[in-house]
């Protein structure tokens, strides 16, 4: 059961004392004392855990192997903080429960025929400890008895160790307070608890919420050390699989499958913490489980992070920002509520997301959604940095409509080296809304909206296509501390292919070639003489710096070259969708800059505004530059190289006339035209700025003389 200091009203529970105990109902002298004393055996170290003293439960304590007696007081009695209780093959029924503030605390089965039992409308810990250190193993949990729902709660100063350990059963209970299996807890910052092998495949019932009390699987609350959960398996709980945000702990998931488990299957906050080599799923059909209670507080989601100022659980502060998700397998598939396959909730701070798999098969919701800045009950929202930072990221399924990538607030998110291909009608590909300095690059996009749309937000793209083959990954975890599992832990599901790049586009698809979907940057082809990517230039390699003065300026320019946006520090203030092409740009800058490196010479420049512009360090007169003279541009729409025929619109805020390459079928209606090519150029001649441009097709492109 959740106690207060899960609710952050306690965070002192630190130990002032390594060596006396406090135990519930212990026998203090008298048979049974006298017999564990005589039967001690010699000191035992387990998981790096050493205790003086070693006692059998059943022929030291006389408990009982087949389940006719309560076993509680008899464990109880062994419990002095330095002696650890072994269970032979048997049954033991658990009447009452223990609650110890001792040194360091042991329970382990000698074997894997060891099971536990418990009583009818029994919820509550059978184990709830104040310690150094706490050991138990080789054990299951049988919870199916009416009614009941149990598990074990550490609090632990300098770490526990718990492995191979299963809960038999449903634990469903009519309370609104339901026992979780595991209350885990590190205070020591340099110390690490470890829970590895621990299944309940039936945890609860998957939208038993219950207002936050509807029971967890594991638990992390306050501390401030280490939490690893490895090679876990847990499914069906109402409130997370794992719920380890919240806190300044930082809790580390490698490998394990978490199945169907409502609010997530993984939760965990920020410093620290991450998921590596998970498997991860929401899928109906492999739901056991009773349909109740499914209209109150249901959303599934697949990996959920936030770090969130929990009242005094965190001293009031957020947690360091530096969340990762690596290698790890992530499956939405026709999720009943609108989770999405990755979530940073409001309270969460950055994301870093590499080398993983997304199957998302799920209407009108994100594949993986950054929330805004914005409070979410008592909880207010993380301060910056905010970002989402993914590589080597594939995303596939038929999810219809809204975008496969929603990243809210998040100023200096990146997407690198990822796939997306999203098949459902409507479906767009990245949306960043009120987020500046983004960078989509050498990504491939396959969505039947659009690759990447900015929202008050400014960015650009480098080498973003909209063709290529899907990657393999190879999703093997990098994380230590996986094993080879218990008797009925289950295997972690990977994906291995030997000799694979990883890489998830195509470095020759060049300029992406569906315009509706550049809204910012793609500059591949650039020159031999063009800058690289590590900053290198040529000889030929001029820079173009266009600076805001406080108000919005729109900007439309050309070069006789190529054209690429400059990867040295700065920001691009664009406050609508800002257009860069092989060869050309159309933005608009007010507070900061748009930088850029180009070959040849500016062949037209167009502003509306008041900016500065430097080229080579040096400011020139915007007005002045260009060599066509009349401060007119021409824009050609190429589909002599192209597999079909390519729709067309583009409006501007100026005047636009066909130009010598359109045709009568081409029309112009004020500041807009439409037209269609194929095996042929259509052109147009333009004032002012683009202000919208899509193509559906795979025509290129650009600026020039026709």
């Keep these: 059961m959740r106690s207060d200091s899960e609710n952050g009203e306690d965070d002192s529970s630190h130990l002032e004392r390594r060596s006396y105990i406090k135990l519930t109902g212990a026998v203090i002298g008298g048979s049974v004392l006298g017999t564990t004393q005589a039967g001690r055996a010699s000191a035992k170290t387990r998981h790096g855990i050493t205790f003086n003293n070693v006692v059998d439960a059943v022929k030291d304590l006389g408990c009982d192997p087949n389940g006719n007696g309560d076993v509680t007081s008899k464990v109880e009695s062994a419990l002095d903080g330095q002696t650890l209780v072994e269970f032979p093959a048997g049954t033991y029924h658990w009447g009452g429960s223990i609650t110890a503030d001792t040194d360091r605390i042991g329970i382990r089965g000698k074997n894997d025929n060891v099971t536990f039992t418990f009583p009818s409308n029994y919820n509550e810990f059978f184990i709830n400890t104040t310690c150094n250190k706490a050991l138990f193993e080789n054990f299951d949990v ?49 110390s690490t608890g470890v829970l590895k092998d621990f299944v309940a495949k039936k945890g609860s019932a998957w939208a038993h919420y219950k207002s936050g009390d509807g029971r967890a699987g594991i638990s992390v609350y306050g501390g401030k050390g280490t939490v690893k959960i490895v090679d876990c398996h847990l499914e069906e709980f109402g409130n997370n699989g794992i719920y380890g945000s919240r806190t300044l702990s930082s809790v580390q998931v490698i490998g394990g499958t978490y199945r169907n488990n409502n609010v997530c299957g993984i939760r965990i906050s920020g410093e620290g913490s991450y998921v590596d080599g998970a498997t991860v799923e929401v899928n109906p059909q492999k739901y056991s489980g009773p349909h109740t209670l499914e209209d109150d507080a249901f959303t599934m989601r697949g990996v959920l992070f936030e770090q969130g100022n929990a009242s005094s659980a965190t001293g009031g502060n957020f947690d360091e920002a530096g969340a990762k998700v690596r290698n790890t397998d992530i499956t939405i598939e026709n999720n009943p509520t609108s989770g999405p396959g990755i979530a940073v909730w409001t309270g969460g701070r950055t994301l870093k997301v590499k080398n993983t798999r997304i199957t998302y098969n799920n209407d009108g919701a994100p594949a993986i959604r950054r929330e805004k800045q914005v409070s979410q009950g008592r909880h207010g929202p993380s301060p910056n940095p905010r970002w989402l930072r993914m590589d080597r990221v594939k995303i596939t399924g038929s ?84 094993g080879a599992g218990s008797k009925s832990a289950s295997k972690k599901n990977k994906s291995k292919s030997k000799n694979e790049s990883g890489s998830s586009s195509d470095s020759s698809q060049g300029l992406l070639s569906k315009m509706t979907n550049l809204l910012v940057g793609s500059a591949s082809g650039a020159g031999a003489n063009a800058t690289t990517e590590n900053g290198a230039s040529g000889a030929d390699t001029h820079t173009l710096e266009i600076k805001g003065n406080g108000s919005k300026a729109n900007y439309t320019f050309a070069v006789d070259g190529t054209l690429q946006p400059n990867e040295d520090p700065g920001s691009f203030d664009c406050t609508s969708e800002t257009l860069v092409g092989e060869n050309w740009s159309s933005g608009a800058v007010s507070n900061s800059s748009d930088k850029f490196l180009f070959t040849g010479s500016v062949t037209s420049f167009s502003t509306d505004g008041n900016l500065t512009v430097q080229v080579d360090g040096q400011a020139v007169d915007p007005n002045a530059l260009g060599t066509e003279g009349d401060k007119q541009h021409t824009l050609i729409i190429d589909g002599s190289n192209s597999n079909g025929a390519s729709k067309y619109a583009l409006s501007v805020n100026g005047s636009l006339e066909k130009g010598t390459f359109a045709e009568s079928d081409d029309t112009v209606s004020g500041s807009t035209a439409r037209g269609t090519v194929s095996d042929r150029r259509d052109s147009f001649r333009f004032s002012g700025q683009i202000t919208e441009l899509d193509v559906d097709g795979d025509a290129a492109i650009s600026f020039g003389q026709q």
Excluded: M
């Design 399 to 482: 999810a219809a409509s809204g975008p496969s990538v929603l990243v809210g607030q998040g100023n200096g998110s990146q997407i690198k080296n990822s796939y997306i291909e999203q098949s459902g009608s409507g479906r767009k590909g990245i949306v960043f809304s009120n987020s500046d300095n983004t960078l989509v690059k050498n990504t491939t996009i396959k969505t039947p909206g659009k690759s990447v749309q900015l929202k008050s937000s400014s960015g650009k793209t480098i080498n973003v296509s909209n063709s290529g083959s899907a990657p393999s990954l190879d999703l093997s975890s990098s994380g230590s501390g996986s």
């Design 142 to 190: 049988d919870v199916r008895a009416n009614q009941t729902a149990t598990g074990i709660r550490i609090n632990s100063e300098r770490g526990f160790h718990a492995e191979n350990i299963e809960h038999i059963g449903r634990a469903i209970v009519d309370s609104s307070d339901v026992t979780r299996c595991w209350q885990l807890r590190v205070n020591d910052p340099n």
